[in-house]
């Protein structure tokens, strides 16, 4: 099955300083996802990325995924407490039936 | 209006019993999931319906058995619970498989 590993684990970041979390998988990407947690409470979806190269963006959060290297990066502009959580990547396997997810990276961002 | 609900919010329970949670949809999607988040927050999926038909069925131990009455319902019974059952477990829908899921606030399971 899909491995999925995030990185950094954790990220301690003041605010206003920009961010970059990477998700590698250890096969062929067909699609990927990523999903923010706050503590306590269920995952919201943020973005899907599906073609190679393919860059979108909401907000200050940009996410591209590089098909090549089977790894898409999030990247967050001038951070505010606010994008503090757990930033889970999810990869679709090429059964096309579940996602699978890497391990979350939580983030702190303090004011 | 709740996307996706699940109830009970939290459960605290003794080993050996047994527990029910219960997740319902109002999305009109067709996919349903389970999902299990364990103390190092790594969410793995157990379970996937697709209009009340089972099409994933993760190694879990059968004291776990989902039930989906109808499309926009996804029950999880645990027969025997024991403490490495505790953690979070996630409902979860999307409108095609796998698609973007909506998830529900979780169940926080605790066995003692």
């Known amino acids: 099955s899909q491995e999925l590993e995030q990185s950094p684990q954790s990220l301690i970041v003041q605010e206003g300083k920009n961010l970059t979390i990477n998700c590698t998988s250890s096969k062929t990407l067909y699609g990927l996802y990523w999903y923010k947690q706050k503590y306590g409470e269920g995952l919201i979806f943020l973005m899907m990325l599906q073609k190679g190269g393919e860059e979108k963006s909401h907000e200050k959060i940009t996410a591209k995924l590089d098909e090549k290297k089977q790894q898409s990066s999030l990247h967050i502009t001038a951070s505010q407490p606010s994008h503090a959580g757990i930033y889970l990547c999810?990869?679709?396997?090429?059964?096309?039936?579940?996602?699978?997810f890497g391990e979350g990276t939580q983030l702190t961002v303090n004011p | 209006d709740t996307a996706v609900s699940q109830t009970p919010k939290y459960l605290v329970t003794q080993m050996g019993n047994d527990k029910s949670i219960k997740c319902e949809q109002n999305l009109g999607h067709d996919t349903m999931y389970w999902y299990k988040q364990d103390s190092k927050k790594f969410l793995k999926i157990m379970f996937s319906?697709?209009?009340?038909?089972?099409?994933i069925n993760e190694t879990v131990p059968n004291r776990f058995s989902p039930k989906s009455p109808d499309k926009a319902h996804l029950n999880l019974h645990i027969n025997s619970l024991e403490l490495g059952d505790s953690a979070v477990y996630f409902c979860a829908s999307s409108p095609i498989s796998p698609g973007e899921q909506f998830f529900g606030p979780g169940t926080r399971l605790t066995v003692l």
């Open positions: 999810g990869a679709d396997e090429t059964s096309g039936s579940r996602l699978t």
């Open positions: 319906y697709n209009n009340k038909e089972l099409i």
